[in-house]
């Protein structure tokens, strides 16, 4: 069984920035995926970013060249620098991690709410 936990969230004006990170404990296999999606009031659950084991990243069009994925394979945690943030990056951000044949394993993080806000 794989625990994910994020920290980081919180309410920022336009244009600033955050950083959540998230951490993995368990059975982690050494080839994952690690991102984080979002979820809007309303909305579907959408891709924001991930991270595979060997750093290949990966971002949704709308967060591209302002948000950033990381990790520290050592330590099983990844991270999102998120700048010039918008009022449309209000939303509950999961942690999200991938293991196994064909990523068949899928586990979730409680999610860290951003909000957006003047």
């Known amino acids: 069984q794989v625990q994910l936990v994020e920290s980081g969230g919180g309410l920022v004006q336009p244009g600033g920035s955050l950083r959540l990170s998230c951490a993995a404990s368990g059975t982690i296999f050494s080839v994952n995926v690690m991102g984080w999606y979002r979820q809007a009031p309303g909305k579907q659950r959408e891709l924001v970013a991930t991270i595979t084991s060997g750093s290949r990243t990966n971002y949704a069009d709308s967060v591209k060249g302002r948000f950033t994925i990381s990790r520290d394979n050592a330590k099983n945690t990844v991270h999102l620098q998120m700048n010039s943030l918008k009022p449309e990056d209000t939303a509950v951000y999961y942690c999200?991690?991938?293991?196994?044949?064909?990523?068949?394993?899928?586990?979730w993080g409680q999610g860290t709410q951003v909000t957006v806000s003047s």
């Open positions: 999200n991690l991938k293991q196994g044949p064909v990523n068949m394993y899928g586990y």
